[in-house]
């Protein structure tokens, strides 16, 4: 009996693989020059597993008994891993399209957080709404991303600010993991901000009394799963002590550390970060010397977010100097009320003309080295032998335009593969083939 398998990608003009060694991460040099391989072919099998990438000749003979249960041409296109979202805050409810309008005429972030807008307004809002509410903007939210190429994306709560908020959004991404075709690391980011009539000491005192130990308990009876641990490190919200007592009790009922640091003032939260092992640390437009140098020693990933520099006009987190210092640097859209973007190629192009990456830096960010940062990098991130078959297929002949052609993804992608199934086809391609 012929072996059956999900897919066959053939005749590529360019398959990306990102890494072609098993490699964890890229660091400058490796990021520098991706693997590459012009005229291939790919086949994922049914368990959703990338079985064979090369030649198209290679693979057309390796499988010649073999039946699919799709077949693409991708005769003059490119095919890249699926790209992943390091660093977003996809579940709340009202937007603030307003506070645009106040930014734009001068008003600091800080400004509006103090005068009640800002992440208060999101929590007033996110606590008012009904799960069912959260649920169906939040996968909304995640057909865009993916539409966009996001086959991996990390989601945070931290709009709830109370327990029963912030479980409540968590049971959402928790519906989300089991129920759509996108890969999701969820975050608690219970202390994304101290609460109203709350002191910081107070607020961390019952995360760490309140929220941890529920959290525990939750993962210990199968209900909720959570994969990382997030505080917002920053003057007049949490500071450095109450920063480290928050992340190692999360570290110490078994989640990964990946934080906000160094973003508006200068924490410290490099250090902090490299000291207790953190996975990774985003923002760091302010991050010191010394943090660089403690973040590449401790393979601590640094999670840029170019939109947010952007949106409100701060400084640009120093990219070029991490990567020569050998810091893993990945990208995240930071997608949330206040940066309002769902397209990784959108941020891969903000990296390259503010931030002075590469386009290969750039892609190696959004991909093995974002996934890194969400300790995924042994199954997504790159197309090698045993990954999980996530991919992205764009109608061009050179992958870099999809990073080149800013704000044009929706005619330039193809298709979105997750596991092997076409989740997302651009309609001038034909129907959807149901499985």
Same mark, same amino acid.
């Given at each position: 009996?012929?072996?059956r398998?999900?897919?066959?990608?053939?005749?590529?003009?360019?398959?990306?693989?990102?890494?072609?060694r098993?490699?964890?991460y890229?660091?400058r040099d490796?990021?520098?020059?991706?693997?590459?391989?012009?005229?291939?072919?790919?086949?994922?099998?049914?368990d959703?597993?990338?079985?064979?990438v090369?030649?198209a000749?290679v693979?057309?003979?390796?499988?010649?008994?073999?039946?699919?249960e799709?077949?693409?041409?991708?005769s003059?296109?490119?095919?890249?891993?699926g790209?992943?979202d $390091?660093h977003?805050?996809?579940?709340?409810?009202g937007?603030?399209?307003?506070?645009?309008?106040?930014?734009?005429?001068?008003?600091s972030?800080?400004?509006i957080?103090?005068?009640?807008?800002?992440?208060h307004?999101?929590?007033?809002?996110?606590?008012?709404?009904s799960?069912?509410?959260l649920?169906?903007?939040f996968?909304?939210?995640?057909e865009?991303?993916?539409?966009?190429?996001s086959?991996?994306?990390?989601?945070?709560?931290?709009?709830?600010?109370?327990?029963?908020?912030?479980?409540?959004?968590?049971?959402?991404?928790?519906?989300?993991?089991?129920?759509?075709?996108?890969?999701?690391?969820?975050?608690y980011?219970? $202390?994304?901000?101290?609460?109203?009539?709350?002191?910081?000491?107070e $607020?961390t005192?019952?995360?760490?009394?309140?929220?941890?130990?529920?959290?525990?308990e939750?993962?210990?009876?199968?209900?909720?799963?959570?994969?990382?641990?997030?505080?917002?490190?920053?003057?007049?919200?949490?500071?450095?002590?109450s920063?480290?007592?928050?992340?190692q009790?999360?570290k110490?009922?078994?989640?990964?550390?990946?934080?906000?640091?160094?973003e508006?003032?200068?924490?410290?939260?490099?250090e902090?970060g490299?000291?207790l092992g953190?996975?990774?640390i985003?923002?760091?437009?302010?991050?010191?010397?010394?943090?660089?140098?403690?973040?590449?020693?401790?393979?601590?990933?640094?999670?840029?977010?170019?939109t947010?520099?952007?949106?409100?006009?701060?400084?640009q987190?120093p990219?070029?100097?991490?990567?020569?210092e050998?810091?893993?640097?990945?990208?995240?859209?930071?997608?949330?009320?206040?940066?309002?973007?769902f397209?990784?190629?959108m941020?891969?192009h903000?990296?390259c003309?503010?931030m002075?990456?590469?386009?290969?830096?750039?892609?190696a960010?959004?991909?093995?080295?974002?996934?890194?940062?969400?300790?995924k990098?042994?199954?997504?991130?790159?197309?090698?032998?045993g990954?999980q078959?996530d991919?992205v297929?764009?109608?061009?002949s050179r992958?870099?335009?999809?990073?080149?052609?800013?704000?044009?993804?929706?005619?330039?992608?193809?298709?979105?593969?997750?596991?092997g199934?076409?989740?997302?086809q651009n309609?001038r391609?034909?129907?959807?083939?149901?499985y």
């Amino acid at each position: 009996m012929a072996c059956r398998h999900r897919l066959l990608l053939e005749n590529a003009q360019q398959l990306v693989l990102v890494c072609g060694r098993g490699e964890e991460y890229l660091r400058r040099d490796g990021a520098a020059s991706l693997a590459l391989l012009p005229g291939a072919s790919l086949v994922v099998g049914l368990d959703g597993c990338i079985k064979a990438v090369g030649q198209a000749d290679v693979i057309r003979n390796q499988f010649s008994g073999a039946t699919f249960e799709r077949i693409i041409d991708c005769s003059g296109k490119c095919v890249l891993p699926g790209l992943v979202d $390091a660093h977003t805050h996809p579940v709340w409810a009202g937007d603030r399209v307003h506070e645009f309008a106040m930014k734009l005429a001068g008003a600091s972030y800080m400004e509006i957080h103090q005068a009640g807008g800002g992440i208060h307004f999101t929590v007033e809002h996110t606590r008012k709404a009904s799960e069912e509410e959260l649920f169906n903007t939040f996968k909304h939210r995640l057909e865009r991303m993916r539409r966009a190429g996001s086959t991996l994306v990390e989601c945070k709560s931290g709009y709830g600010l109370n327990l029963e908020t912030e479980l409540k959004m968590l049971r959402v991404i928790e519906r989300a993991k089991k129920s759509m075709d996108i890969g999701i690391s969820s975050t608690y980011c219970g $202390a994304h901000s101290v609460p109203k009539g709350k002191t910081a000491t107070e $607020a961390t005192d019952d995360i760490i009394n309140n929220h941890l130990p529920k959290l525990k308990e939750l993962k210990l009876s199968g209900e909720i799963h959570v994969n990382n641990i997030d505080v917002f490190c920053e003057k007049g919200v949490f500071d450095l002590d109450s920063t480290r007592r928050i992340l190692q009790a999360g570290k110490d009922i078994g989640l990964q550390i990946n934080f906000h640091g160094d973003e508006l003032h200068p924490m410290k939260s490099a250090e902090l970060g490299a000291e207790l092992g953190a996975r990774a640390i985003s923002h760091l437009e302010e991050v010191s010397d010394e943090g660089i140098t403690a973040m590449a020693r401790a393979k601590c990933a640094a999670v840029l977010l170019p939109t947010t520099a952007y949106m409100l006009r701060l400084k640009q987190p120093p990219a070029r100097k991490m990567l020569e210092e050998g810091v893993i640097v990945a990208l995240g859209s930071d997608f949330n009320p206040n940066a309002y973007c769902f397209s990784m190629p959108m941020v891969m192009h903000l990296a390259c003309v503010n931030m002075k990456m590469s386009m290969n830096e750039a892609l190696a960010a959004a991909t093995i080295n974002a996934a890194y940062a969400l300790g995924k990098s042994d199954t997504h991130g790159s197309i090698e032998t045993g990954k999980q078959g996530d991919l992205v297929i764009i109608n061009s002949s050179r992958w870099e335009h999809l990073i080149y052609q800013f704000g044009g993804h929706e005619a330039l992608i193809d298709y979105v593969i997750v596991k092997g199934k076409v989740v997302y086809q651009n309609e001038r391609c034909g129907t959807m083939s149901s499985y």
